[in-house]
């Protein structure tokens, strides 16, 4: 299962690798992790097809995941589930704005961050 994470700062996709670990739960697959911190290569990753999930940062600048959710949500044939990290509680109506399959808010609890990936990637169909 390969996982994208994006955000333009290198501590907070340090903190979500760090808490999918080799595999989000003993009963999935060992997950391979790329990195971004830019919009552009994002959308090129997502439009490729190789990812079973994207974690996407809310507070990324200059390109926010929020919006890019939103893009790859209407641009991307097939896009994979999206994990959205936001900053407030607060901010989960917009992670409804921008179609995110999950939230997880800051700071990010570890625990929270490899439950969410799990689910989201047992919930991934298979692509033939």
Known sequence: MKVLIYSDD????????????????ADLPEVEIVESATQP???RYLDSGDFDLAILDGEAAPAGGMG???????????????????ARRDDRWLANWSRADAVVSQPLDPMAVAEAVADLLRRRPAIA
């Open 68 to 86: 890019i959710a939103r893009q790859a949500k209407d641009e991307v044939h097939n896009c994979p589930p999206i994990l959205l990290i936001i």
């Open 41 to 43: 290569a994002v959308l």
């Open 10 to 25: 290198a501590s907070t996709r340090e903190k979500v690798r760090t808490a999918i670990g080799r595999r989000p739960a």
